[in-house]
């Protein structure tokens, strides 16, 4: 079973202890280990999570946000994401498609996260974004967590919605089959 570091930063109290009570419960209920380092501060967070990497203790890490919203244009595409808002300091790994965990009110779900920018509609902003599976609830407001599983593939930019969408419902086959 895989062991799990959550880094809390004192700066975000108010924000984390809810949601770090709902990844706890969840991970202990997967059956995964895990340790939370508290530090001072937000500055304190890449210090604390490059530590921890370099001991090489840890097999994941898991990011901490809240639900926002997004353009809108996921519910049109048929793959309503729920956008995370993260601390500025949470550890996001890098840019691609992954098949991840996420966390909600102490039960874990199926997720495939798109980490990027959106570059087939030329976004700027940097976006967490998850597709739930199985789920069709509304998420706005609510704070989760994401235990990343496996990176799927890179991010890219697609020439129209249809090879988009239909690489993304290629994703959610790979994402359950990794997770299942
Ligand atoms: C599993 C998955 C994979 C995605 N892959 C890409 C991608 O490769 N390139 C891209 O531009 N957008 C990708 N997206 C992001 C979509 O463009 C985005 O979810 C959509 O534009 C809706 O954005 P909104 O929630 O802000 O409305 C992906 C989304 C998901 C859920």
């Given at each position: 079973?895989?062991?799990?570091?959550?880094?809390?930063?004192?700066?975000?109290?108010?924000?984390?202890?809810?949601?770090?009570?709902?990844?706890?419960?969840?991970?202990?209920?997967?059956?995964?280990?895990?340790?939370?380092?508290?530090?001072?501060?937000?500055?304190?967070?890449?210090?604390?999570?490059?530590?921890?990497?370099?001991?090489?203790?840890?097999?994941?890490?898991?990011?901490?946000?809240?639900?926002?919203?997004?353009?809108?244009?996921?519910?049109?595409?048929g793959y309503p994401t729920?956008?995370?808002?993260?601390?500025?300091?949470?550890?996001?790994?890098?840019?691609?498609?992954?098949?991840?965990?996420?966390?909600?009110?102490?039960?874990?779900?199926?997720?495939?996260?798109?980490?990027?920018?959106?570059?087939?509609?030329?976004?700027?902003?940097?976006?967490?974004?998850?597709?739930?599976?199985?789920?069709?609830?509304?998420?706005?407001?609510?704070?989760?967590?994401?235990?990343?599983?496996?990176?799927?593939?890179?991010?890219?930019?697609?020439?129209?919605?249809?090879?988009?969408?239909?690489?993304?419902?290629?994703?959610?086959?790979?994402?359950?089959?990794?997770?299942?």
């Amino acid at each position: 079973m895989a062991r799990l570091l959550i880094v809390e930063a004192r700066f975000y109290e108010h924000l984390n202890d809810l949601l770090l009570a709902g990844a706890r419960g969840a991970i202990e209920a997967a059956g995964h280990s895990h340790e939370t380092v508290t530090v001072p501060g937000a500055l304190e967070v890449p210090a604390a999570i490059a530590i921890a990497a370099e001991s090489g203790d840890y097999d994941a890490f898991v990011a901490l946000g809240v639900v926002i919203r997004g353009d809108g244009r996921g519910r049109e595409l048929g793959y309503p994401t729920a956008n995370l808002l993260c601390g500025r300091y949470t550890a996001i790994p890098a840019d691609g498609v992954y098949a991840a965990w996420l966390v909600r009110r102490s039960q874990r779900h199926m997720a495939a996260v798109s980490i990027g920018t959106n570059p087939t509609f030329s976004g700027r902003e940097r976006r967490v974004e998850a597709y739930v599976l199985d789920f069709d609830g509304d998420l706005y407001g609510e704070r989760l967590a994401l235990d990343f599983g496996a990176r799927l593939r890179e991010m890219r930019t697609y020439q129209g919605l249809a090879p988009l969408v239909a690489q993304i419902a290629q994703d959610v086959i790979d994402a359950r089959a990794v997770l299942s």
